[in-house]
C-alpha cells in the first residue's frame, strides 16, 4: 500500500474537497478529511471511472454512507492508471482512517504534470476550513 509520508510540497486541493499529492509525471488523487466529516461507515464506494482520460470534476468515485452520496471528482484532466485495490476490495475503513494518505483513491497521470490552475495549496485550503459557518 502507498503511503506518502511527511514529504506533501505537491499535495493540492480543490474547492470542493479533493485533493492530489503530485510525484513527478503521476499524482495520487483522493477525498479530504473535511469531506468525510461525520460519517461512521463507509458502506460502499462505486468508482464511476474506468481507466482512461477523464476531465477536471468528473466524478471518478461515489463514497455511500446510509442515505447519503458523495461524489468524487478529478481534481485535473488526466488518465487513471490505478485504483486503489484495497478500497476495490472492500477495505474501505481505511477511507475514513487515512483519507489523505493510503485510503487514496486512484493513481493517475496529468495531462499537464506541473499546472496548478483550479488547486490550493495547503495554506489557502486551511483558510477556506476556517472561513467555513
Known amino acids: 500500500m502507498k503511503t506518502f509520508g511527511a ?15 503530485f510525484q513527478g509525471s503521476i499524482a495520487y488523487i483522493g477525498v479530504c478529511n473535511f469531506k468525510l466529516k461525520g460519517i461512521r461507515n463507509v458502506e460502499k464506494i462505486i468508482f464511476t471511472a474506468d481507466m482512461g482520460f477523464k476531465k477536471q470534476g468528473d466524478v471518478v468515485a461515489v463514497i ?10 478529478m481534481p485535473v484532466d488526466g488518465k487513471i492508471i490505478n485504483l486503489n485495490q484495497w478500497l476495490l476490495n472492500g477495505q474501505h475503513q481505511i477511507l475514513l482512517q487515512d483519507a489523505e494518505n493510503t485510503g487514496w483513491m486512484a493513481l493517475i ?7 496548478r ?17
Open 7 to 21: 514529504a506533501k510540497k505537491d499535495l493540492y486541493y480543490t474547492n470542493d474537497h479533493e485533493w492530489i499529492n
Open 64 to 73: 455511500h454512507y446510509d442515505d447519503y452520496k458523495i461524489p468524487v471528482g
Open 109 to 115: 497521470v496529468p495531462n499537464q504534470p506541473y499546472e
Open 117 to 133: 490552475k483550479n488547486l490550493l495549496q495547503y495554506t489557502q485550503y486551511n483558510l477556506k476550513l476556517k472561513r467555513k459557518p
